[in-house]
C-alpha cells in the first residue's frame, strides 16, 4: 500500500527564515509527486509536478526536489503570504490517476 | 474559464437524510474524483471517474454514490446521512492519467447532527 509522510506536522518560520519540508514516500513504481498548496477554507492549489529523481522544480520562493525516497519543498526567504497547509500527493505506475495524499505541514511565517 | 466549481459551498443535515453534491467542470477534463477531508488529515479519494459512463470507487467509498452522464458533471449522491460524513468534500478534475494535475474545487463543508 502506498504511504506519503510529510513532517514537520507544522512550522512557524520569521519572514525571511528559509527552510526545507519534507515528503517521505513508499511505492512500488512513482509515476509521479504532486506538490499543493492550501489555504484556510479553500481548495489545494497545484504547485509542482515532479516525475523522477533528481528532478527539480521552482516557481517564485519555492523550489521541489525529488530523491527515490522523498521529496523535499525549499522556501528561502518566505514571506508571510506563503503562510498555508502543503500537501505532497504520489501517483503510483499501477494506480491509474488514484493519488494517496500525504496529511500535510502547516506553514505559518510571521512577519 | 471557471474552472471545476461545486455547490453548496455549505450545508447541514439530519442522519438519514440524503442530498447530492454538485460538481462541474469546464476544462474538458476526462478525469474527475470525489475526495474527502477530516480536520488535520489529508484527502482521502471516495470515488473517481474516467470518462463519462465510467466511474469506480477510491479508498472510501461506504455511504456515496456517484454518476457521470456527461463530461462536464460528476454529482456526489449521500443516501442516508451519518455523523460520520461530516467532513469537508473537494472535486476535482485532471486531463489524463498521465497529466494528471488534478484541480479542486473550493469545496462544500457538510455537517450533519
Known amino acids: 500500500e502506498d504511504q506519503v509522510t510529510q513532517s514537520p506536522e507544522a512550522l512557524r518560520l520569521q519572514e525571511g527564515e528559509s527552510s526545507s519540508l519534507n515528503c517521505s514516500y513508499t511505492v512500488s513504481g512513482l509515476r509521479g509527486l504532486f506538490w499543493y498548496r492550501q489555504d484556510p477554507g479553500k481548495g489545494p492549489e497545484f504547485l509542482f509536478t515532479?516525475?523522477?529523481a533528481g528532478e527539480e522544480k521552482e516557481k517564485e520562493r519555492l523550489k521541489a526536489t525529488l530523491t527515490k525516497k522523498e521529496s523535499f519543498l525549499h522556501i528561502t526567504a518566505p514571506k508571510p503570504e506563503d503562510s498555508a497547509t502543503y500537501l505532497c500527493a504520489v501517483q503510483e505506475e499501477t494506480s491509474g490517476s488514484r493519488l494517496t495524499f500525504g496529511e500535510g505541514t502547516q506553514l505559518t511565517v510571521n512577519p | 474559464n471557471a474552472g471545476v466549481t461545486q455547490t453548496p459551498k455549505f450545508r447541514i443535515l439530519k442522519i438519514g437524510q440524503s442530498m447530492t453534491l454538485q460538481c462541474a467542470q469546464d476544462?474538458?477534463?476526462?478525469?474527475m474524483y470525489w475526495y474527502r477531508q477530516d480536520p488535520g488529515m489529508g484527502l482521502k479519494l471516495i470515488y473517481y471517474?474516467?470518462?463519462?459512463?465510467?466511474?469506480d470507487k477510491g479508498e472510501v467509498p461506504n455511504g456515496y454514490n456517484v454518476s457521470r452522464s456527461t463530461t462536464e458533471d460528476f454529482p456526489l449522491r449521500l443516501e442516508l446521512a451519518a455523523p460520520s460524513q461530516t467532513s469537508v468534500y473537494f472535486c476535482a478534475s485532471s486531463y489524463s492519467a498521465l497529466y494528471n494535475e488534478q484541480f479542486f474545487g473550493p469545496g462544500t463543508r457538510l455537517t450533519v447532527l
Open positions: 515532479l516525475y523522477s
Open positions: 471517474s474516467v470518462g463519462a459512463g465510467i466511474t
Open positions: 476544462m474538458n477534463h476526462n478525469y
